[in-house]
């Protein structure tokens, strides 16, 4: 199994100078392989090889004497986040091809670079010493808040956006044999009233973090807007923002593994809907608190702590869920102002939320007894924690495996 640690990271000023160097010269270099790529492509409709690229990077680094500043696998790594990006561009025209309504939109030129990965060699991890040895960068400050278990993988370097410096380190560690923990089978049903519903009838608050501090972060944003573009004035402003904003959704964050750390620790089996958030994030009405109570995030928690508590958690259809009885199977239209489901057939009344909650966990025992349930979860937790690491590879991405990330 893979797992991510974010750790904080302070680099002196001179090695904060070198970073800072180093993510420039990875954007020229990202802007430079896209363009080859760009022509490349429209001369033979192919994309650049990995190995093209790399070939080419070795030729740079003789015409211009700044890159070998740089530690090569570094750079190596920059070429295969233009691989990627234009591997998920081949993907959408495929997908339109096949009549989904998308922009193909070739991948653009990054304005900023704010990370850099070394994929496997080039740095030493010293946690006694509270260092990590980087080539090409110093041995850098760093808080090891935790054991680092594991094979180490790959360590990426990021700058916020309110300039705190992180590392990301990717271990791989050996699965354990299964234990189930013996405890009771829940559903849960996620919402806004309630940001989680148990099918025994339990409610978890939701927080809403970003509403609370919406009047502070629209003051920040105006002050931004105040103020003259590419001044002193108005980078000031961002960073102030940008911390605002990362404080939201570190609080946010310690709020989600707490209740999946306590849900996954006192139940055997934890069923959920699968929902499709980014169709739901069209609808503008509510996608505000769908954003703020982040229901993605808390569900690949869920995947990634059950395991080790011995606790398994699958994803069942969302079909009619909040329309069924749970009783007697009945179905009726339940529009959203209606909290209470009365049942005309078997005449229950039940909270909404909680019928719900207990569809979803009877779908999730009725088809997943025994032996087979087991081997889905895994590939279903396997699949998530996979996902987050290719976004941890690419430049924006949030690492979503392991406590320490945001
Ligand atoms: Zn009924």
């Known amino acids: 199994m893979l797992r991510a640690y974010k750790l904080r990271m302070y680099p002196t000023k001179r090695e904060k100078k070198t970073l800072n160097r180093q993510m420039l010269l990875a954007k020229e270099l990202y802007n430079l392989l896209l363009e080859k790529a760009k022509t490349h492509y429209k001369e033979t409709n192919k994309t650049l090889s990995r190995n093209t690229m790399n070939l080419w990077i070795t030729k740079l680094k003789v015409e211009r004497n700044e890159f070998t500043e740089m530690y090569t696998q570094v750079l190596q790594n920059v070429a295969d986040r233009v691989s990627k990006a234009y591997s998920n561009f081949f993907k959408r025209v495929k997908e339109k091809g096949k009549g989904k309504k998308i922009k193909a939109g070739f991948p653009r030129a990054k304005t900023f670079v704010q990370s850099l990965t070394y994929p496997q060699f080039g740095f030493i991890i010293i946690p006694n010493k509270k260092r990590i040895q980087v080539s090409n960068i110093g041995t850098v400050e760093t808080v090891f808040d935790r054991e680092i278990e594991g094979k180490v993988k790959t360590l990426t370097i990021k700058k916020s956006r309110s300039l705190e410096w992180y590392a990301c380190i990717i271990v791989e560690s050996e699965d354990k044999p299964f234990a189930s923990n013996d405890k009771e089978k829940i559903g849960v049903d996620l919402g ?3 940001f989680v519903t148990l099918s025994n009838g339990q409610k978890i608050e939701n927080k809403r973090y970003e509403k609370k501090s919406s009047g502070k972060l629209r003051r920040l944003h105006r002050r931004v807007s105040r103020k003259l573009k590419g001044g002193n004035n108005r980078r000031k402003a961002v960073i102030k923002l940008a911390r605002l904003s990362e404080h939201i959704a570190r609080q946010r964050n310690d ?102 909650a207990r569809n979803i966990l009877n779908e999730g025992t009725a088809g997943h007894a025994g032996s087979n349930a087991s081997g889905e979860v895994a590939t279903t937790a396997t699949k998530i924690a996979a996902s987050s690491l290719h976004e941890l590879g690419t430049i924006h991405g949030n690492c979503a495996i392991g406590n320490p990330c945001l």
């Not at 009405?285 to 995947?303: E, P, Q, Y």
């Open 192 to 194: 806004i009233e309630s």
């Open 255 to 356: 709020y989600l593994n707490k209740i999946s750390h306590s849900l996954v620790n006192s139940y055997s089996l934890i069923v959920y809907e699968k929902l499709n958030i980014n169709s739901m994030l069209k609808n503008h009405n509510i996608a505000r608190s769908i954003n703020d109570v982040s229901w993605g995030n808390f569900i690949k928690m869920l995947c990634y702590k059950a395991e080790s508590a011995g606790c398994r958690a699958i994803g069942v259809n969302p079909r009619n869920t909040s329309k069924m009885c749970n009783r007697c199977g009945s179905i009726k239209e339940m529009p959203l102002s209606e909290r209470i489901f009365s049942c005309s057939a078997c005449g229950i009344r039940i909270d909404r939320d909680i019928n719900a």
